[in-house]
Nanobody
Framework: EVQLQASGGGLVQAGGSLRLSCAAS????????ISWFRQAPGKEREGVST??????YYADSVKGRFTISQDHAKNTVSLEMHNLRPEDTAVYYC??????????????????WGQGTLVTVSS
């Protein structure tokens, strides 16, 4: 059974930090790029960051504040989020697909999705 388990969301004040984790199982983790997406209330889902083939990509809105990393031994991808802003408030999802950059840009859909984890940043 394919599973992508996202965790780590919560409530934090502006300027604070959170670490999201996406635990994967049931598919070839090393053969897939893993992306983080987010969807704020009333807005469309957007790509936040992705990692695959040893490369990382970030949306302009999070560059310099978010860092994505991958642990192949644990089949997990983490997203370190620093200097959080109220506009970062959203449900964050992880997804696995075959094209890292294309997923981030919305040109390719993930093959697998995890459930979301809510990040709320208060001002």
């Amino acid at each position: 059974e394919v599973q992508l388990q996202a965790s780590g969301g919560g409530l934090v004040q502006a300027g604070g930090s959170l670490r999201l984790s996406c635990a994967a199982s049931g598919f070839g983790f090393d053969d897939h790029a893993i992306s983080w997406f987010r969807q704020a209330p009333g807005k469309e889902r957007e790509g936040v960051s992705t990692i695959g083939d040893g490369k990382t990509y970030y949306a302009d809105s999070v560059k310099g504040r978010f860092t994505i990393s991958q642990d192949h031994a644990k089949n997990t991808v983490s997203l370190e989020m620093h200097n959080l802003r109220p506009e970062d408030t959203a449900v964050y999802y992880c997804g696995a697909g075959t094209s890292a950059r294309a997923m981030l840009l919305g040109r390719s859909r993930p093959n697998y999705w995890g459930q979301g984890t809510l990040v709320t940043v208060s001002s």
